[in-house]
């Protein structure tokens, strides 16, 4: 399903990156296998997203979602990303922000929160941190300033620059049981919970 390659002017990366399958893992956290079988799950609902459909597209599907796994997993900046891919940064923001979100809305039924019991269960595990159940961390992507949009959602005032903000919370055995990704340079991971 995925869109003919050669009617795109950005870098095919995901025929390069997955000759090298270290490498690949390294950057997405999967196989090329497991990538493609990722992609061809959720490929239709990616199709109907806006920002796979007009005229200035210059990357296929494929590497859209290739681009926005790196981003989440790596974390570079979307300059760096503008460069592997051959696009404009601005592209690079837009396909990320349309990307994860239709990514999120496959996989969030895949998180089973705990019960009750469970999580009393999972206490004392930590020697430091007795009563912890698990650890909640966040990370700031930083974004070029918008050009578009209103840049004050995207100021972070404590950081100094414009970003956009990862979380992610682990149980104690080291499992991640929930992210959240692309939430604005003005809010905080406080928020979020």
């Known amino acids: 399903m995925d869109d003919d390659v050669d009617e795109h002017l950005g870098r095919d990366i995901f025929t390069q990156l997955s000759q090298r399958r270290l490498q690949f893992y390294d950057a997405t956290g999967e196989t ?7 992609f061809h799950n959720f490929d239709h609902l990616l199709y109907q997203a806006p920002i796979t459909r007009g005229i200035n597209r ?14 989440l997993k790596c974390c570079p900046t979307y300059n760096f990303l503008s460069i592997m891919f051959d696009i404009l940064p601005r592209q690079v923001s837009r396909i990320v922000n ?18 009750r019991r469970q999580w009393r269960h999972k206490r004392g ?10 650890c909640i961390d966040g990370t700031s992507h930083a974004v070029l300033r918008p050009s578009n949009e209103p840049q004050r959602v995207y100021y972070s005032g404590n950081r100094g620059f414009h970003c956009i903000h990862t979380q992610v919370i682990i149980d104690n055995n080291k499992t991640i ?12 991971d406080a928020k979020h919970l």
């Open 32 to 38: 090329p296998e497991t990538f493609l079988v990722l």
């Open 58 to 71: 210059r990357l296929n599907r494929r590497n859209m979602v290739l681009l926005t796994l790196i981003w």
């Open 98 to 115: 349309e990307v994860w979100s239709v990514l999120y809305a496959m996989l969030c039924s895949n998180i089973l929160w705990p019960t």
């Open 125 to 134: 595990k930590w020697n430091k941190l007795k009563e912890a159940v698990g």
């Open 177 to 188: 049981v929930h992210v959240e990704s692309g939430f604005l340079g003005h809010s905080n």
